[in-house]
Each structure stands twice: as structure tokens, then as C-alpha cells.
């Protein structure tokens, strides 16, 4: 089965900064990697899916990158509403989907 | 606009069944490609699917719960429900339910924004 890591599990950043988080797989998952953002008590929310698309009506400041093992999402210029934790799935796998620990962003 | 509310009780006690109720609207299993699925979250851990319903009646499941889980649908009601047996503990979590647009991506595009569930004597 695919494990999914990602680093780093928390960082502090401010409005304004450009933000880049790394998920990898255990495995070679070619570009089958989604990332959503997730605020508490909230629904989590897709951002970008295979690897690089971003998902209608999703800001442009988000973009992901990688293929095979190691992918990255990145937020051009973080925003108030952007302090949320962010997780990667990996859907090359259809027998067992699995998660990311997520990437806590908050508030420097 | 596609929304999805999960039901169901928030606390059952260990061996008890489990049984949540994912009532979605603008969405159609007519649709193909697309899947109404369980997802859960213990509390301070990663996502952890669980179930799959597919527009062609295909199910899957996780191969590690399979043997705990069913999960079905009902049209006329626009409702997925998955029924876990034998719950522990361990199987405390917010349980969400998603849509997934297409096999190809398994990119779930839509999310509840689910209910907690404890499991305690």
C-alpha cells in the first residue's frame, strides 16, 4: 500500500509569504495527487488534483507540482484565509486511497 | 451545487453497529465516473478512506475494514448510508462523506462536513 508523508507538519508564516509544502509517496504514483485545504469545523476543500490542476473557482495564488514520488503545493502569496491545514491523497492506488498527516500553516 | 450532510448518532458504545447517513442533492449516480464515499478522521490523525459506491453499483472498500463495513444506497432518497460493525474505540473519528467526480482523478471534489462519532461505554 501507498503511505503518504509530508513535511513539514506545522510551520508559522505571515501575510504575503510564499508557502511550500512536500508530500511524498512510498511509491511511484506518477501524477495521481490531490491536495485540500482543511479549516476546522469546515468541510475540507479540494485545491488541485492530479498533481498540477487546479480545481474550478480556486485561487490562482495555489499551485502543486511533482510527479512519481515527490510533489509539492505551493501558495504564492498566503493570505488571511489561507491559515487552514493542508493534506495530500494519493489516487494511484483505487484499491486503498490514502492521506497525507497534513501541514498545519498558521499565523507567525 | 452539490452539498452532502452526514447523520447519525454521535456516541455508541463498543460492539455496537455504526450506522451513518450521507443525504446529498445535485448530484446524480446517472453520472458516470462518479462515487459517493466515506472518509474518516480520528482525532490528531491523518484521513482514512473507507468506502466507495460507484454510479455502476460498484463498492469498494478499504481492505484492511472490509470485513466491518457495508455500505449502500438509496435513490429515491438521495442517500449513501454505511453501516461499520463492532465498533471500539479506536474507531472514534469524524466520519465525512464526499463525492468523488471520476475514477480517473479519485479526486473528491465535494465534501460534508461531518459528524463526530465516540465510541465509549
Known amino acids: 500500500d501507498v503511505q503518504m508523508t509530508q513535511s513539514p507538519s506545522s510551520l508559522s508564516a505571515s501575510v504575503g509569504d510564499r508557502v511550500t509544502i512536500t508530500c511524498r509517496a512510498s511509491?511511484?504514483?506518477?501524477?495521481?495527487l490531490n491536495w485540500y485545504q482543511h479549516k476546522p469545523g469546515q468541510a475540507p476543500k479540494l485545491l488541485i488534483y492530479?498533481?498540477?490542476r487546479l480545481q474550478s473557482g480556486v485561487p490562482s495564488r495555489f499551485s502543486g507540482s511533482g510527479s512519481g514520488t515527490s510533489f509539492t503545493l505551493t501558495i504564492s502569496s498566503l493570505q488571511p484565509e489561507d491559515f487552514a491545514t493542508y493534506f495530500c491523497?494519493?489516487?494511484?492506488?483505487?484499491?486503498?486511497?490514502?492521506f497525507g498527516p497534513g501541514t498545519k500553516v498558521d499565523i507567525k | 451545487q452539490i452539498t452532502l450532510k452526514e447523520s447519525g448518532p454521535t456516541l455508541v458504545k463498543p460492539t455496537q453497529t455504526l450506522t451513518l447517513t450521507c443525504t446529498f442533492s445535485?448530484?446524480?449516480?446517472?453520472?458516470?465516473?462518479?462515487?459517493v464515499g466515506w472518509i474518516r478522521q480520528p482525532p490528531g490523525k491523518a484521513m482514512e478512506w473507507l468506502a466507495l459506491?460507484?454510479?455502476?453499483?460498484?463498492?469498494r472498500y478499504n481492505p484492511f475494514l472490509e470485513s466491518r463495513l457495508t455500505i449502500t444506497k438509496d435513490s429515491s432518497k438521495n442517500q449513501v448510508v454505511l453501516r461499520v460493525t463492532n465498533m471500539a474505540p479506536v474507531d472514534t473519528a469524524t466520519y465525512y462523506c464526499?463525492?468523488?467526480?471520476?475514477?480517473?482523478?479519485?479526486?473528491?471534489?465535494?465534501w460534508g462536513q461531518g459528524t463526530l462519532v465516540t465510541v465509549s461505554s
Open positions: 464526499a463525492h468523488t467526480v471520476d475514477v480517473l482523478t479519485g479526486r473528491f471534489d465535494h
Open positions: 445535485g448530484l446524480s449516480f446517472n453520472s458516470g465516473g462518479m462515487g
Open positions: 459506491f460507484y454510479w455502476n453499483d460498484d463498492q
Open positions: 511509491q511511484n504514483i506518477n501524477n495521481y
Open positions: 492530479s498533481a498540477s
Open positions: 491523497q494519493q489516487s494511484y492506488s483505487t484499491r486503498l486511497f490514502t
